[in-house]
Protein backbone atom coordinates (compact mmCIF):
# COMPACT_ATOMS: atom_id res chain seq x y z
CA UNK A 1 0.00 0.00 0.00
CA UNK A 2 1.60 3.41 -1.11
CA UNK A 3 2.31 5.31 2.04
CA UNK A 4 0.28 8.92 1.56
CA UNK A 5 2.38 11.90 3.17
CA UNK A 6 2.39 15.36 2.17
CA UNK A 7 5.98 14.22 0.39
CA UNK A 8 4.52 11.48 -1.76
CA UNK A 9 1.38 14.42 -2.71
CA UNK A 10 4.25 16.53 -3.76
CA UNK A 11 6.32 14.34 -5.22
CA UNK A 12 3.47 12.82 -7.35
CA UNK A 13 1.99 16.15 -8.26
CA UNK A 14 4.88 17.77 -9.62
CA UNK A 15 5.89 14.93 -11.66
CA UNK A 16 2.57 14.52 -12.98
CA UNK A 17 2.42 10.51 -12.58
CA UNK A 18 -1.02 9.07 -12.08
CA UNK A 19 -1.84 8.39 -8.74
CA UNK A 20 -1.70 4.38 -7.98
CA UNK A 21 -4.74 2.50 -7.66
CA UNK A 22 -6.38 2.76 -4.36
CA UNK A 23 -7.45 -0.70 -4.00
CA UNK A 24 -7.42 -3.73 -6.60
CA UNK A 25 -9.55 -5.77 -8.28
CA UNK A 26 -9.05 -9.27 -7.70
CA UNK A 27 -11.11 -12.32 -9.31
CA UNK A 28 -13.87 -13.35 -7.57
CA UNK A 29 -12.59 -17.16 -5.99
CA UNK A 30 -14.52 -20.06 -5.56
CA UNK A 31 -14.47 -20.39 -1.65
CA UNK A 32 -13.93 -17.99 1.13
CA UNK A 33 -13.58 -18.51 5.52
CA UNK A 34 -16.05 -15.15 5.50
CA UNK A 35 -18.20 -13.58 2.79
CA UNK A 36 -19.66 -10.08 3.55
CA UNK A 37 -22.62 -8.69 1.76
CA UNK A 38 -22.57 -5.04 1.37
CA UNK A 39 -19.69 -2.73 0.59
CA UNK A 40 -20.60 0.06 2.46
CA UNK A 41 -18.41 1.29 5.39
CA UNK A 42 -19.49 -1.03 7.74
CA UNK A 43 -19.42 -3.97 5.69
CA UNK A 44 -15.80 -2.95 4.44
CA UNK A 45 -15.03 -2.14 8.25
CA UNK A 46 -15.78 -5.55 9.31
CA UNK A 47 -13.66 -6.72 6.26
CA UNK A 48 -10.51 -4.99 7.56
CA UNK A 49 -11.14 -6.39 11.50
CA UNK A 50 -11.39 -9.58 10.07
CA UNK A 51 -8.35 -9.68 8.61
CA UNK A 52 -6.14 -7.23 11.37
CA UNK A 53 -8.01 -7.94 14.40
CA UNK A 54 -8.52 -11.81 13.99
CA UNK A 55 -6.32 -13.03 11.48
CA UNK A 56 -8.76 -13.93 9.29
CA UNK A 57 -6.98 -15.22 5.72
CA UNK A 58 -9.70 -15.71 2.73
CA UNK A 59 -12.28 -12.24 3.00
CA UNK A 60 -14.52 -10.98 0.19
CA UNK A 61 -16.67 -8.03 0.65
CA UNK A 62 -19.77 -8.48 -2.30
CA UNK A 63 -21.02 -4.93 -3.31
CA UNK A 64 -23.84 -4.87 -5.62
CA UNK A 65 -22.80 -1.85 -7.04
CA UNK A 66 -19.97 0.14 -5.95
CA UNK A 67 -18.33 1.03 -2.77
CA UNK A 68 -19.84 3.27 -0.38
CA UNK A 69 -22.52 4.25 -3.04
CA UNK A 70 -25.18 3.25 -0.71
CA UNK A 71 -26.21 4.74 2.96
CA UNK A 72 -22.25 5.11 3.41
CA UNK A 73 -22.28 7.89 0.73
CA UNK A 74 -25.47 9.48 1.67
CA UNK A 75 -26.37 10.72 4.80
CA UNK A 76 -25.12 14.26 6.79
CA UNK A 77 -21.50 12.84 8.36
CA UNK A 78 -22.46 13.48 12.25
CA UNK A 79 -20.10 11.25 14.31
CA UNK A 80 -21.35 11.72 17.95
CA UNK A 81 -22.11 9.78 20.93
CA UNK A 82 -24.91 11.23 23.06
CA UNK A 83 -27.12 8.64 23.30
CA UNK A 84 -29.02 7.85 26.76
CA UNK A 85 -28.47 4.38 27.65
CA UNK A 86 -25.02 2.51 28.86
CA UNK A 87 -25.27 0.50 26.61
CA UNK A 88 -25.50 2.81 23.55
CA UNK A 89 -23.50 5.33 25.25
CA UNK A 90 -20.55 2.71 25.76
CA UNK A 91 -20.70 1.49 22.04
CA UNK A 92 -21.02 4.69 20.07
CA UNK A 93 -18.09 6.25 22.38
CA UNK A 94 -16.28 3.51 21.08
CA UNK A 95 -16.75 4.19 17.75
CA UNK A 96 -15.69 7.91 18.21
CA UNK A 97 -12.71 6.80 19.93
CA UNK A 98 -12.35 4.77 16.79
CA UNK A 99 -12.88 7.24 14.52
CA UNK A 100 -10.83 10.35 16.33
CA UNK A 101 -7.70 7.30 15.29
CA UNK A 102 -9.13 6.16 12.06
CA UNK A 103 -7.19 8.85 9.60
CA UNK A 104 -3.85 7.77 11.24
CA UNK A 105 -4.12 4.30 11.23
CA UNK A 106 -5.80 3.95 8.01
CA UNK A 107 -3.00 6.36 6.39
CA UNK A 108 -6.58 8.10 4.92
CA UNK A 109 -7.38 11.70 5.56
CA UNK A 110 -10.71 11.34 6.40
CA UNK A 111 -11.11 14.53 7.48
CA UNK A 112 -12.75 14.44 10.67
CA UNK A 113 -13.78 17.98 12.06
CA UNK A 114 -14.70 17.62 15.85
CA UNK A 115 -16.77 20.89 16.34
CA UNK A 116 -18.97 19.39 18.75
CA UNK A 117 -22.80 18.76 18.41
CA UNK A 118 -25.53 21.34 19.70
CA UNK A 119 -28.71 20.15 20.72
CA UNK A 120 -31.76 22.78 21.44
CA UNK A 121 -34.08 23.06 24.34
CA UNK A 122 -36.73 24.64 23.23
CA UNK A 123 -39.32 24.44 26.33
CA UNK A 124 -38.49 24.05 30.14
CA UNK A 125 -39.53 20.66 29.42
CA UNK A 126 -37.09 19.71 26.77
CA UNK A 127 -34.68 21.78 29.72
CA UNK A 128 -35.16 19.21 32.12
CA UNK A 129 -35.05 16.18 29.86
CA UNK A 130 -31.65 17.50 28.81
CA UNK A 131 -30.39 17.35 32.18
CA UNK A 132 -31.35 14.10 32.42
CA UNK A 133 -29.59 12.90 29.32
CA UNK A 134 -26.20 15.15 29.54
CA UNK A 135 -25.83 13.32 33.38
CA UNK A 136 -26.36 10.02 31.90
CA UNK A 137 -23.98 10.97 29.99
CA UNK A 138 -21.24 12.33 32.32
CA UNK A 139 -21.87 8.98 34.27
CA UNK A 140 -21.01 6.60 31.56
CA UNK A 141 -18.01 8.65 30.90
CA UNK A 142 -18.84 10.76 27.57
CA UNK A 143 -18.48 14.41 27.94
CA UNK A 144 -21.22 16.45 27.72
CA UNK A 145 -21.92 19.78 28.88
CA UNK A 146 -25.26 21.98 29.62
CA UNK A 147 -25.67 25.65 28.02
CA UNK A 148 -28.26 28.48 28.50
CA UNK A 149 -29.71 31.10 26.03
CA UNK A 150 -26.22 32.92 26.04
CA UNK A 151 -23.87 30.58 25.79
CA UNK A 152 -25.88 28.39 22.65
CA UNK A 153 -26.02 32.42 20.92
CA UNK A 154 -22.34 32.93 21.24
CA UNK A 155 -22.29 29.14 19.74
CA UNK A 156 -24.30 29.55 16.84
CA UNK A 157 -24.78 33.22 16.21
CA UNK A 158 -27.16 32.85 13.22
CA UNK A 159 -29.38 30.81 15.14
CA UNK A 160 -32.60 33.36 16.04
CA UNK A 161 -32.26 33.24 20.03
CA UNK A 162 -34.33 36.44 20.42
CA UNK A 163 -37.49 36.81 22.80
CA UNK A 164 -39.73 37.29 19.87
CA UNK A 165 -37.81 33.73 17.80
CA UNK A 166 -41.03 31.85 16.43
CA UNK A 167 -39.43 28.75 17.72
CA UNK A 168 -38.20 30.04 21.57
CA UNK A 169 -34.40 28.62 22.42
CA UNK A 170 -33.99 28.24 26.16
CA UNK A 171 -30.86 26.49 26.32
CA UNK A 172 -29.68 23.31 25.39
CA UNK A 173 -26.45 20.81 25.84
CA UNK A 174 -23.07 19.88 23.65
CA UNK A 175 -20.92 17.18 22.83
CA UNK A 176 -18.21 18.86 22.11
CA UNK A 177 -16.09 15.77 21.21
CA UNK A 178 -18.78 15.22 18.21
CA UNK A 179 -18.42 16.90 14.53
CA UNK A 180 -18.55 15.45 11.04
CA UNK A 181 -16.30 13.07 8.79
CA UNK A 182 -15.67 12.92 4.96
CA UNK A 183 -17.78 10.14 4.43
CA UNK A 184 -17.04 8.41 1.23
CA UNK A 185 -13.92 9.00 2.40
CA UNK A 186 -14.28 6.24 4.93
CA UNK A 187 -15.19 3.94 3.07
CA UNK A 188 -12.34 4.55 0.92
CA UNK A 189 -9.80 4.25 4.00
CA UNK A 190 -11.30 1.21 4.89
CA UNK A 191 -11.34 -0.47 0.98
CA UNK A 192 -7.91 0.46 0.76
CA UNK A 193 -6.20 -0.66 4.25
CA UNK A 194 -8.41 -4.17 3.21
CA UNK A 195 -7.48 -4.58 -0.06
CA UNK A 196 -3.65 -4.33 1.52
CA UNK A 197 -4.32 -6.94 3.63
CA UNK A 198 -5.57 -9.53 1.33
CA UNK A 199 -9.50 -8.50 1.89
CA UNK A 200 -10.75 -9.44 -2.05
CA UNK A 201 -13.64 -6.40 -2.86
CA UNK A 202 -16.07 -7.67 -5.48
CA UNK A 203 -17.88 -4.44 -6.92
CA UNK A 204 -20.69 -5.05 -9.53
CA UNK A 205 -21.64 -8.43 -7.76
CA UNK A 206 -25.57 -8.86 -6.75
CA UNK A 207 -26.25 -11.93 -4.46
CA UNK A 208 -29.27 -13.42 -5.60
CA UNK A 209 -29.94 -16.51 -3.40
CA UNK A 210 -28.44 -18.73 -0.72
CA UNK A 211 -27.96 -22.59 -0.48
CA UNK A 212 -28.73 -23.40 2.69
CA UNK A 213 -28.03 -26.78 4.37
CA UNK A 214 -28.61 -28.01 7.97
CA UNK A 215 -25.45 -26.02 9.16
CA UNK A 216 -26.54 -22.95 7.41
CA UNK A 217 -25.59 -20.99 4.42
CA UNK A 218 -23.54 -23.35 2.21
CA UNK A 219 -22.61 -20.94 -0.77
CA UNK A 220 -24.31 -17.51 -2.44
CA UNK A 221 -25.30 -17.40 -5.68
CA UNK A 222 -24.49 -14.28 -7.50
CA UNK A 223 -24.74 -12.86 -11.03
CA UNK A 224 -21.00 -13.99 -11.23
CA UNK A 225 -21.12 -17.42 -10.16
CA UNK A 226 -21.58 -19.33 -7.30
CA UNK A 227 -19.60 -18.79 -4.24
CA UNK A 228 -18.84 -21.35 -1.19
CA UNK A 229 -18.36 -19.56 2.05
CA UNK A 230 -17.39 -20.63 5.52
CA UNK A 231 -19.58 -17.73 7.40
CA UNK A 232 -21.75 -14.91 5.91
CA UNK A 233 -22.34 -11.64 7.43
CA UNK A 234 -25.04 -9.24 5.88
CA UNK A 235 -23.96 -5.44 6.20
CA UNK A 236 -26.89 -4.21 3.86
CA UNK A 237 -28.94 -1.77 5.95
CA UNK A 238 -32.02 -0.93 4.47
CA UNK A 239 -32.05 -3.80 2.34
CA UNK A 240 -31.55 -6.05 5.10
CA UNK A 241 -34.97 -7.85 5.00
CA UNK A 242 -34.57 -8.75 1.28
CA UNK A 243 -31.55 -10.88 2.36
CA UNK A 244 -34.11 -12.35 5.19
CA UNK A 245 -36.53 -13.06 2.60
CA UNK A 246 -33.89 -15.24 0.83
CA UNK A 247 -32.70 -16.82 3.51
CA UNK A 248 -36.69 -17.75 4.51
CA UNK A 249 -36.66 -15.50 8.46
CA UNK A 250 -38.36 -11.93 9.14
CA UNK A 251 -36.40 -9.19 10.77
CA UNK A 252 -38.65 -6.36 12.73
CA UNK A 253 -37.75 -3.82 9.96
CA UNK A 254 -39.33 -1.38 8.25
CA UNK A 255 -36.96 0.48 5.55
CA UNK A 256 -38.06 4.17 5.25
CA UNK A 257 -36.24 7.30 3.23
CA UNK A 258 -34.35 9.54 4.74
CA UNK A 259 -33.39 12.83 2.57
CA UNK A 260 -30.79 15.07 3.24
CA UNK A 261 -30.00 18.27 1.09
CA UNK A 262 -26.42 20.74 0.53
CA UNK A 263 -27.00 24.32 0.09
CA UNK A 264 -24.76 26.70 -2.17
CA UNK A 265 -21.59 27.65 -0.55
CA UNK A 266 -21.19 30.31 2.22
CA UNK A 267 -18.74 32.27 4.04
CA UNK A 268 -18.47 30.44 7.58
CA UNK A 269 -21.27 31.04 9.68
CA UNK A 270 -21.99 27.98 11.62
CA UNK A 271 -19.20 26.18 13.53
CA UNK A 272 -21.17 23.62 15.29
CA UNK A 273 -23.59 21.24 14.41
CA UNK A 274 -27.20 21.94 15.33
CA UNK A 275 -29.77 19.33 16.17
CA UNK A 276 -33.69 20.86 17.33
CA UNK A 277 -35.53 17.46 17.77
CA UNK A 278 -38.79 19.93 18.06
CA UNK A 279 -38.65 21.55 14.53
CA UNK A 280 -36.86 18.20 13.39
CA UNK A 281 -33.96 19.40 11.90
CA UNK A 282 -30.35 19.22 11.92
CA UNK A 283 -27.99 21.15 10.41
CA UNK A 284 -24.03 21.49 9.99
CA UNK A 285 -21.86 23.67 7.33
CA UNK A 286 -19.25 21.09 5.08
CA UNK A 287 -15.25 22.48 4.84
CA UNK A 288 -16.73 23.95 1.54
CA UNK A 289 -19.23 26.36 3.11
CA UNK A 290 -22.39 24.28 2.18
CA UNK A 291 -25.17 23.64 4.78
CA UNK A 292 -25.26 20.21 4.87
CA UNK A 293 -29.18 19.57 6.63
CA UNK A 294 -31.16 16.81 7.07
CA UNK A 295 -34.43 15.76 8.65
CA UNK A 296 -37.34 13.54 9.84
CA UNK A 297 -38.37 10.33 7.70
CA UNK A 298 -40.04 10.18 4.66
CA UNK A 299 -43.00 8.52 6.46
CA UNK A 300 -43.96 5.51 4.40
CA UNK A 301 -41.94 2.47 3.89
CA UNK A 302 -40.13 2.31 0.56
CA UNK A 303 -36.88 1.12 -0.75
CA UNK A 304 -36.84 4.06 -3.23
CA UNK A 305 -33.65 6.33 -2.72
CA UNK A 306 -35.58 9.70 -3.74
CA UNK A 307 -38.11 11.39 -1.15
CA UNK A 308 -41.24 13.47 -1.20
CA UNK A 309 -41.88 17.76 -1.69
CA UNK A 310 -44.12 17.51 1.79
CA UNK A 311 -40.58 16.71 4.01
CA UNK A 312 -38.46 19.04 1.84
CA UNK A 313 -40.85 21.69 2.93
CA UNK A 314 -41.35 20.62 6.53
CA UNK A 315 -37.31 20.12 6.86
CA UNK A 316 -36.75 23.94 5.26
CA UNK A 317 -39.78 25.19 7.68
CA UNK A 318 -37.55 23.97 9.95
CA UNK A 319 -34.40 25.69 8.79
CA UNK A 320 -35.98 29.09 7.92
CA UNK A 321 -37.82 29.16 11.46
CA UNK A 322 -34.22 28.59 13.70
CA UNK A 323 -31.96 30.65 11.31
CA UNK A 324 -34.39 33.92 9.13
CA UNK A 325 -31.08 35.05 8.03
CA UNK A 326 -31.03 31.32 5.75
CA UNK A 327 -34.52 31.98 4.52
CA UNK A 328 -32.89 33.02 0.35
CA UNK A 329 -30.68 30.52 0.63
CA UNK A 330 -31.02 28.14 -2.53
CA UNK A 331 -30.48 24.37 -2.03
CA UNK A 332 -28.19 22.66 -4.85
CA UNK A 333 -28.50 19.22 -4.32
CA UNK A 334 -31.16 16.63 -2.52
CA UNK A 335 -30.96 13.02 -2.63
CA UNK A 336 -32.28 9.74 0.38
CA UNK A 337 -30.61 6.85 1.94
CA UNK A 338 -32.58 4.05 2.61
CA UNK A 339 -32.79 3.09 6.41
CA UNK A 340 -33.91 0.32 8.46
CA UNK A 341 -35.53 1.18 11.45
CA UNK A 342 -36.45 -1.32 14.18
CA UNK A 343 -39.11 -0.69 16.84
CA UNK A 344 -36.37 0.90 19.56
CA UNK A 345 -33.99 2.89 17.36
CA UNK A 346 -31.45 0.60 18.59
CA UNK A 347 -29.47 -1.35 15.97
CA UNK A 348 -29.28 -5.46 15.82
CA UNK A 349 -26.09 -6.90 15.74
CA UNK A 350 -25.11 -10.82 16.06
CA UNK A 351 -26.24 -14.45 14.43
CA UNK A 352 -29.56 -14.46 12.79
CA UNK A 353 -31.92 -17.62 13.07
CA UNK A 354 -29.41 -19.44 10.14
CA UNK A 355 -26.38 -20.63 12.40
CA UNK A 356 -23.39 -19.39 9.79
CA UNK A 357 -24.97 -16.19 8.92
CA UNK A 358 -24.58 -13.15 11.09
CA UNK A 359 -26.50 -9.69 10.96
CA UNK A 360 -25.56 -5.74 10.99
CA UNK A 361 -28.18 -4.07 10.67
CA UNK A 362 -31.66 -1.98 12.05
CA UNK A 363 -29.33 1.46 12.40
CA UNK A 364 -32.05 3.48 11.39
CA UNK A 365 -30.52 7.06 10.69
CA UNK A 366 -27.00 6.35 12.66
CA UNK A 367 -25.27 3.90 11.39
CA UNK A 368 -22.37 6.31 9.80
CA UNK A 369 -20.96 6.98 13.22
CA UNK A 370 -21.48 3.51 14.16
CA UNK A 371 -18.79 2.54 11.28
CA UNK A 372 -15.84 1.71 13.23
CA UNK A 373 -17.67 0.30 16.31
CA UNK A 374 -19.72 -1.63 14.07
CA UNK A 375 -17.43 -3.02 12.38
CA UNK A 376 -15.10 -4.07 15.25
CA UNK A 377 -17.56 -5.53 16.57
CA UNK A 378 -19.05 -7.46 13.65
CA UNK A 379 -16.09 -8.72 13.27
CA UNK A 380 -15.46 -9.93 16.64
CA UNK A 381 -19.27 -11.70 16.65
CA UNK A 382 -18.06 -13.25 12.96
CA UNK A 383 -14.74 -14.68 14.29
CA UNK A 384 -15.31 -15.62 17.67
CA UNK A 385 -18.86 -16.53 17.12
CA UNK A 386 -20.11 -14.94 19.84
CA UNK A 387 -21.13 -11.47 20.60
CA UNK A 388 -18.54 -8.76 21.90
CA UNK A 389 -19.36 -7.76 24.92
CA UNK A 390 -20.17 -3.81 23.93
CA UNK A 391 -22.79 -5.22 21.02
CA UNK A 392 -24.15 -7.97 23.56
CA UNK A 393 -27.53 -6.40 24.43
CA UNK A 394 -28.02 -5.88 20.34
CA UNK A 395 -28.73 -9.50 19.40
CA UNK A 396 -31.96 -10.35 17.38
CA UNK A 397 -33.23 -11.85 20.59
CA UNK A 398 -33.89 -9.01 22.71
CA UNK A 399 -37.22 -8.56 20.13
CA UNK A 400 -38.48 -12.12 21.80
CA UNK A 401 -37.25 -10.88 25.62
CA UNK A 402 -38.66 -7.79 25.33
CA UNK A 403 -34.96 -6.64 26.43
CA UNK A 404 -35.93 -3.28 24.15
CA UNK A 405 -33.03 -0.61 24.21
CA UNK A 406 -35.20 2.64 23.26
CA UNK A 407 -33.48 5.40 21.88
CA UNK A 408 -36.13 7.12 20.06
CA UNK A 409 -35.05 10.00 21.61
CA UNK A 410 -31.26 10.21 21.20
CA UNK A 411 -31.45 8.74 17.47
CA UNK A 412 -32.15 12.47 16.63
CA UNK A 413 -35.13 12.14 14.67
CA UNK A 414 -38.47 11.62 14.88
CA UNK A 415 -39.21 8.15 13.62
Not at 32 to 54: M, S
Not at 70 to 91: D, H, I, M, P
Not at 311 to 319: N, P
Request: net charge positive; charged share 20%; glycine share 12%.
Amino acid sequence: MKKYSLLSLASTGFSKRNWPQAWGSRPLQDAYDVVIVGGGGHGLATAYYLRKNHGIRKVAVLEKGWIGGGNTGRNTTVVRSNYLFAESTQFYEHSVKLYEGLARELNYNIMFSQRGMLTLAHSRHDLDAQRRWANAMRLHGVDSDLLDRSQVSQLAPALDCSPQARLPVLGGFIQRRAGTVRHDAVAWGYARAADALGVDIIQNCEVTGFEVGADGVQALKTNRGTIKAGKVGLAVAGHSTMMADMLGFRLPITSYPLQAFVSEPLKPVLDTVVLSPASGLYVSQSDKGELVVGGGLDLYASYAQRGNLATVEQVLRGLVTLFPSFSRLRMMRQWAGIVDVVHDSTPVLGRSPVPNVYLNCGWGTGGFKAIPGGGWCFAHTIAKDEPHPLTAAFGLDRFARGALIDETAASGIAH
